[in-house]
């Protein structure tokens, strides 16, 4: 009976626990604390990286973007900005920060301008393994990078020697996928052509981009052909665009031409809604592909040269604090001590 005096009900089912319920509990959990993701968009300046970001996620992450000149691109340098924007959808939330790199291929040695953004990538992994090493580890904030779009021109023949560096010193510590921007300034075959020139290339020089897992046997049909078909248009050839257009009465995202228009959201146009799909559905796996691959091996690399495991540098944040706490109890007892002797007076000794 409970205090209101009506009785509580329980389930009494035969053969049934209860423990069925657990994923149920764990998306309410999971809802209500909301969910963390960073991406990172490399490619040369003017291949609409800020235009696909903001038609991907419906948002403006970029409203007052300075845009430089030819002459202070000779010599610019490769720059991290990180914008980070809060989006909810049906209840759920999702804290998503863009990294950018502007200057990255525009100055005209271009050998060293990755530098930067390993180092940005290998800081993300440091701060995230001294958070995680600290004291209190329940409000750890993730900012490692889960995501790379590398883009790719379209007005090459397959990739530049730049793009191939890139990559190679980058698919150890970051999922990348191969994007080819402004897809509209190709005709169908000639997109499938430079697709298959660049996985080719991919594959000649050992690069590992991200890999998509195969559906579960028991996932159904649907999801299975969904999978398929997102693995046979990587890379994906995309066009972005901010502009909403009139089409038959019907207001769409896409570019006006005075032979047509090209709708972004059209499958058969580019591979937008493949690469959305993409991301929306994989963005766990790539989180945990980050965890137990990139991380643990930085990680593990980290730990080899300090030659300290984290454990012994929490057990000696540990003694430290047990040390100081142990002498200010001794400076304490000295006080309390001095001061007693102070208020006796001199016949009482």
């Not at 209190?136 to 993730?142: G, K, L, P, S």
Request: hydrophobic letters at 35%; proline letters at 4%; one cysteine or more.
């Amino acid at each position: 009976m409970s205090q209101s005096g009506e009785k509580v009900k329980f389930s009494d089912s035969a053969g049934y626990v209860g423990f069925a319920n657990l994923p149920n509990q764990v998306h309410r959990k999971s809802v209500k604390k909301g969910f963390e993701f960073t991406l990172m968009v490399v490619g040369e300046s003017g291949l609409g990286k800020s235009t696909l970001i903001n038609s991907l996620f419906l948002t403006d992450l970029y409203p007052e973007r300075y845009i430089p000149g030819a002459a202070e691109k000779i010599e610019r340098t490769v720059q991290i900005e990180a914008s980070t924007v809060e989006i909810e959808e049906r209840g759920v939330k999702l804290r998503l920060t863009v990294v950018d790199t502007p200057g990255y291929g525009d100055a005209i040695n271009s050998q060293d301008c990755f530098k930067t953004i390993i180092h940005y990538i290998d800081n993300q992994f440091e701060r995230y393994l001294h958070d995680e090493s600290g004291l209190n580890r329940r409000h750890i904030v993730d900012n490692r990078v889960h995501c790379c779009f590398y883009f790719i021109s379209p007005f090459g023949h397959g990739l530049k020697p730049l793009d191939v560096e890139f990559m190679k010193a980058l698919h150890g510590k970051v999922n990348i996928v191969p994007v080819i921007a402004k897809a509209d300034t190709l005709t169908l075959k000639e997109r499938e052509r430079l697709k298959r020139r660049v996985l080719d290339e991919i594959s000649e020089h050992g690069i590992r981009i991200y890999q998509l897992p195969d559906a579960d046997s028991d996932e159904d049909e649907e999801f299975k052909e969904q999978t398929r078909v997102l693995k046979a248009s990587i890379p994906f050839a995309v066009i972005g665009s901010n502009q909403l257009i009139e089409v038959k009465g019907k207001k769409i995202r896409g570019r006006l031409y005075p032979w047509g228009v090209v709708e972004v959201e059209n499958p058969e146009h580019n591979d937008f809604l493949k690469l959305r799909t993409m991301l929306v559905t994989h963005m766990q796996d790539l989180q945990e592909v980050t965890q137990d691959l990139h991380y643990e091996n930085f990680r593990s690399e980290r730990l080899k040269r300090t030659g300290k495991p984290v454990e012994e540098e929490v057990v000696d944040k540990d003694r430290i604090l047990q040390q100081k706490e142990a002498e200010l109890r001794r400076m304490q007892e000295m006080i309390a001590h001095m001061q007693a002797q102070m208020r006796l007076k001199p016949g009482d000794e």
